[in-house]
T-cell receptor
Framework: GAVVSQHPSRVICKSGTSVKIECRSL??????MFWYRQFPKQSLMLMAT?????????EQGVEKDKFLINHASLTLSTLTVTSAHPEDSSFYIC???????????FGPGTRLTVT | SQQGEEDPQALSIQEGENATMNCSYK?????LQWYRQNSGRGLVHLIL?????REKHSGRLRVTLDTSKKSSSLLITASRAADTASYFC?????????????FGTGTRLKVLA
């Protein structure tokens, strides 16, 4: 099956700093990528959808200026958490979909801790 | 709410018993997937069932899909302690012109040895 990687797997940062998380599709071209957030003991909540070369579409309640998404190539999307605060501490998971597929493939997730 | 509903929210059973989890969703779908997640870890894909399928098996897993009721169930037979995890359904739903996976609320399964 298709492989999606995320980097880093874990990151700890200080309050007020920005953190970038990368999501890569390793063996297919991902025309659409999705970013999810998961708080402890909760389900995954979709944050935004991005199509290669265009602006991301954010779900209701997600601040686009705080969570910057860039999908500049068919194999890479980045999520930047700007001016991170402790309440942004969460598990961030990306997924990717190819042009001819309805299936999404999920990355292993990035655990962000903001101190 | 963007989420589907799963029940039960939590389930505790003895090793060897069967565990059944149910998922209900809101929109028409292309497919539905079940995932397992161990505490603090990533998702493990278990099984995908397409909208034109009614039942699918994989090892000790059996998934059913009833599109008329917009519901699915996951049955784990002869459970093991290692099956302890959270289980999520995810529906590939068309929302405002885009297909995206929407997750259910999850079932936390505990299998007691």
């Amino acid at each position: 099956g298709a492989v999606v990687s995320q980097h880093p797997s874990r990151v700890i940062c200080k309050s007020g700093t920005s953190v970038k998380i990368e999501c890569r599709s390793l063996d297919f071209q991902a025309t659409t990528m999705f970013w999810y957030r998961q708080f402890p003991k909760q389900s995954l909540m979709l944050m935004a959808t991005s199509n290669e070369g265009s602006k991301a579409t954010y779900e209701q309640g997600v601040e686009k200026d705080k969570f910057l998404i860039n999908h500049a190539s068919l194999t890479l999307s980045t999520l930047t958490v700007t001016s991170a605060h402790p309440e942004d501490s969460s598990f961030y998971i990306c997924s990717a979909r190819g042009a001819r597929s309805y299936e999404q493939y999920f990355g292993p997730g990035t655990r962000l801790t903001v101190t | 709410s963007q989420q589907g509903e799963e029940d039960p929210q939590a389930l505790s059973i003895q090793e060897g018993e069967n565990a059944t989890m149910n998922c209900s969703y809101k929109t028409s779908i292309n497919n539905l997937q079940w995932y397992r997640q161990n505490s603090g870890r990533g998702l493990v894909h278990l099984i995908l069932i397409r909208s034109n399928e009614r039942e699918k098996h994989s090892g000790r897993l059996r998934v059913t899909l009833d599109t008329s009721k917009k519901s699915s169930s996951l049955l784990i037979t002869a459970s093991r302690a290692a099956d302890t995890a959270s289980y999520f359904c995810a529906t590939d739903a068309r929302v405002e012109g885009t297909y995206k996976y929407i997750f259910g609320t999850g079932t936390r399964l505990k299998v007691l040895a």
